[in-house]
């Protein structure tokens, strides 16, 4: 297991672009698979989880040329389905959570799609009944192998467009609906779907393949079925993540930063929270400028009450960067209340920020209480262990910000959702190595 050593305290500068988006990515490699045409991607992330998948589409027979590490070429014209019942698709499907929306595409171009229990992130439960339902609703047979834990959709005789409400807007889920749906018979709605920009991209590119969807952006989709879908070009938008985490670092570190080419249309809240922190961001044409801050305060709210920063489906302000705005929280002047609505076990690494001295309280598994220190007390560099991407990438924050040389253990997790971070971190003066274990 490889691991970080941080030397804490020092200022970053210059300017930094994003990766592309990971969450996205996932969505458009598996559309790969709805087409025998050839699909150029751009601005594919290069990091694990990402790499697992492409690597998951070649053993499914998809072509694949790699024009540079983010660009690539696939081409689905000579599926070998054999490998879904093999032994190795059960280990490789399930190490990753994006190897679920393969099941959508494969069931509506080959009337069957199979998946053992994808993995990602230990963050609490993480069902899949919405995808599954949604297949019911089209038509599909379901079959679920409890002792593998191995699920299963079949439509020998296609699948049927039909009007749907899933029962919550799960990201992964409407991705998966909406790529079995493109090639159903007839029209198929989609109500209370997730519309986050990964969302909005999938359509758009499914769109651009001779899809018929509309209600893009909305919970709302309706989608006509289309007997065959064909080749395209697309690019995945910069990592809105990624750059939330750039914002939390340039604060923590007291840094002056730009983040190129963010496209702010695509940001939602994300600016907006982190302005509530009292971090100032400026816009500069598409990039985000960050001036140097030595403080900052939370605001609360006009009645002068505790201010609470809470997840929700998009437009709400996404989860993975809750754990990111809790870390920043801790050096600024003022009180917050993090709500972790989505996820239970997301918020047990603030543990490790209490013991690097942060003054956190952890009221239940979803919600914490962040009583910022104004600076007056610098983080104490520790040794730390992390257990999720973005848990992972808020203690490297932490450890940037902290007073003395910190180590972070199992930073594969950090790895599965950032591109080669310390060399990027080191471009802008981090004292970072990696040290192989
Ligand atoms: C590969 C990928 O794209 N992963 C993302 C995707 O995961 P994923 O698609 O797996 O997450 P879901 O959107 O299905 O749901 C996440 C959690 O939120 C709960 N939930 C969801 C919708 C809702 O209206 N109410 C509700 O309570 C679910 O029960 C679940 O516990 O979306 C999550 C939620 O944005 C992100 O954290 C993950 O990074
Ligand atoms: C929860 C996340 O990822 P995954 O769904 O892939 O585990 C995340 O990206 O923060």
């Known amino acids: 297991m490889a691991s970080f050593k941080i030397e804490g305290g020092h200022r970053l500068s210059g300017s930094i672009t994003p990766q592309g988006a990971k969450n996205e990515a996932l969505q458009i490699l598996c ?41 690539y ?22 190490s990753l959570r994006g190897s679920i929306m393969i099941v959508g595409p494969l069931l509506a171009r080959f009337g069957k799609g199979y998946i053992p ?4 992130d230990k963050i609490g439960r993480r069902r899949l009944d919405t995808h599954f339902e949604g ?13 593998e834990y191995f699920y299963g959709v079949e439509a020998e005789d296609g699948l049927t467009g039909t009007d ?28 209370n779907a997730a519309c986050e920009p990964y969302i909005q991209q999938l359509s758009k590119m499914l769109n651009s393949m001779g899809a018929k969807i509309s209600g893009v952006g909305s919970n709302l989709l309706t989608i006509e079925g289309v007997t065959s879908l064909g080749g395209c070009t697309h690019r995945v938008l910069p990592d809105m993540i990624e750059i939330g985490s750039w914002i939390g670092m340039a604060a923590m570190t007291q840094s002056e930063l730009t983040i190129k080419d963010v496209s702010w249309k695509d940001l939602g809240q994300i600016p907006n929270v982190f302005r509530k922190l009292g971090i100032q961001l400026e816009k500069r ?26 997840d929700a489906p998009w437009p709400g302000f996404t989860p993975d960067l809750l754990s990111i705005v809790l870390v920043v929280a801790t050096q600024a002047k ?10 239970e076990s997301r918020l047990f690494f603030v543990d490790k920020l209490i013991d690097m001295g942060a003054k956190v309280i952890l009221s239940d598994p979803h919600r914490a209480v962040v009583i910022g220190h104004n600076r007056q007390s610098q983080l104490k560099a520790t040794k730390m262990t ?37 060399n990027r971190l080191r471009s802008l003066g981090a004292k970072i190595e990696r040290i192989e274990g």
């Open 31 to 71: 559309a790969v698979l709805l087409t025998p045409e050839k699909v150029k991607i751009d601005n594919i992330p290069d990091i694990i989880d990402v790499n697992k998948l492409i690597f998951i589409l070649g053993e499914l027979g998809v072509k694949i040329e790699k024009h540079s590490p983010n660009s």
């Open 73 to 94: 070429t696939f081409q689905s014209d000579e599926i070998n389905l054999n490998y879904l019942e093999s032994a190795e698709f059960k280990r490789d499907g399930s």
């Open 117 to 120: 229990r994808p993995g990602g």
């Open 135 to 147: 297949f019911i609703r089209l038509g599909a047979k379901f079959r679920y192998n409890r002792e």
């Open 164 to 191: 749907m409400l899933l029962d919550e807007a799960s990201v992964t889920g409407t991705a998966n609906i909406i790529m079995a749906a493109v090639l159903a018979k007839g029209t198929t709605t989609i109500y």
């Open 285 to 310: 044409g598409d990039d985000i400028y960050i001036p140097q801050q030595d403080t900052y305060e939370i605001q609360t709210y006009i009645d002068g009450s505790v201010l609470t920063v809470a």
């Open 334 to 343: 003022g009180t917050v209340l993090i709500h972790q609505k989505m996820f």
């Open 386 to 422: 992390s257990p999720d991407i973005r848990a992972g990438i808020s203690l490297l924050i932490a450890a940037l910000s902290a007073k003395g040389t910190s180590i972070i253990n199992n930073i594969e997790q950090i790895d599965r959702g950032y591109e080669d971070i310390e």
